[in-house]
């Protein structure tokens, strides 16, 4: 299992945006299609955007489409989650998952390596 470290969680008021990063530990991230989740408090952890290995191929949730972006450098051996436009119900948990193969993928049980979580707290 391969670790993985999320930055760049906060608190912003709504409207406002922030930019999630996703960093191995130890290997490239090149090999691998990456998932971003995110688990409310009291609620299910649930698919939020996935960007293929290439980054050409990504899907959002609805709840998101028009507001989050992830892309991706590999060259830099990193993933992103650009969140703008926030709303109160952004506010979560907010995770990065990765699935070796090319695919983006929707479903948590295809995912082996996570991280460990950053806080998104959206509230005025």
């Known amino acids: 299992q391969l670790q993985l470290v999320e930055s760049g969680g906060g608190l912003v008021q709504p409207g406002e945006a922030l930019r999630l990063s996703c960093a191995p530990s130890?290997?490239?991230?090149?090999?691998?299609?990456i998932g971003w989740f995110r688990q409310a408090p009291g609620k299910e952890r649930e698919a939020v955007s996935c960007v293929n290995k290439s980054g050409f191929n990504t899907n959002y949730a609805e709840s998101v489409k028009g507001r989050f972006t992830s892309d991706r450098d590999n060259a830099k051996n990193a993933v992103y989650l650009q969140m703008n436009s926030l709303k109160t119900e952004d506010t979560a948990v907010y995770y990065c998952?990765?699935?070796?193969?090319?695919?983006?993928?929707?479903?948590?049980?295809?995912?082996?390596?996570w991280g460990h979580g950053t806080q998104v707290t959206v509230s005025s």
């Open positions: 130890g290997f490239t991230l090149d090999a691998y299609a």
């Open positions: 998952a990765a699935t070796e193969g090319s695919d983006c993928l929707w479903d948590m049980d295809d995912y082996d390596s």
